[in-house]
């Protein structure tokens, strides 16, 4: 709210609220699993948060104007088009120092797939490179959604279809291959929803979801046969 009125510096400090907000839930997450035994009990408790953060979300509702509930709620159904140049440059400029964070957490990853026993002998600190990775996925994440609002299915469904196109489990081949994958589709799913016919423009997740929806599907039907 302070910087709110500086201009550029709003920008920065909507990108700065989503990472405090994303970061601290995550943490949270993190802290009480290392507390609580079972995943159906993590589980309640992460639904439980969720439930939290929507009460959080409802108050602020409604304490402000109707014009900020209204946009609010085109955001909170996913758009690009919302997006102007000047927040461009700023989350291109954030982009450019996370993103080659996260390639540094190629080897770790890789390493984690042999295995935590294994991956431990080798040098490997499991729980700093866990901690790392949840980390820097928050914030990437938290990021594109403070812009574009919560596009639905992109970051379950994308990592599934590069894995099957490039039939790879290497993350060196895995990292690159599912950006550029994600926004294709995410460019796809976008150009649908602007198609003659349409009023406007519908919201991405309508297109998102049909498309990756079935993907989680199939993968869930695999592994349930496997």
Not at 39 to 56: E, K
Request: proline residues 4%.
């Amino acid at each position: 709210m302070a910087l709110s009125s500086l201009g550029f510096m709003s920008d920065a400090a909507i990108s700065i609220a989503a990472m405090v907000g994303a970061l601290a839930v995550l943490l949270l997450i993190m802290w009480i699993s290392q507390k609580v035994k079972g995943s159906v009990t993590l589980l309640i408790i992460g639904v439980m948060i969720g439930y939290l953060a929507n009460a959080v979300i409802g108050v602020l509702k409604f304490l402000s104007p109707e014009e900020d509930v209204k946009n609010f709620v085109v955001w909170g159904l996913g758009s690009f088009s919302r997006v102007s140049g000047d927040e461009m440059l700023l989350f291109v400029a954030m982009m450019c120092v996370l993103i080659p964070l996260a390639c540094l957490m190629v080897k770790p990853m890789n390493l984690l797939l042999l295995g935590d026993r294994y991956a431990a002998n080798l040098g490997l600190n499991i729980r700093h490179a866990r901690l790392w990775v949840i980390l820097s996925a928050g914030a990437l994440v938290a990021i594109v959604t403070a812009y574009c609002g919560p596009i639905m299915f992109i970051g379950l469904a994308v990592p599934h279809l590069a894995r099957a196109i490039f039939r790879t489990t290497d993350h060196r081949t895995l990292m690159p291959s599912t950006a550029l994958c994600g926004a294709a589709l995410a460019l796809l799913c976008n150009l649908i929803a602007r198609m003659p016919g349409f009023e406007g423009a519908l919201p991405v997740n309508s297109v998102t979801a049909l498309v990756g929806a079935p993907v989680i599907a199939v993968v869930l039907f695999r592994r349930h046969g496997g």
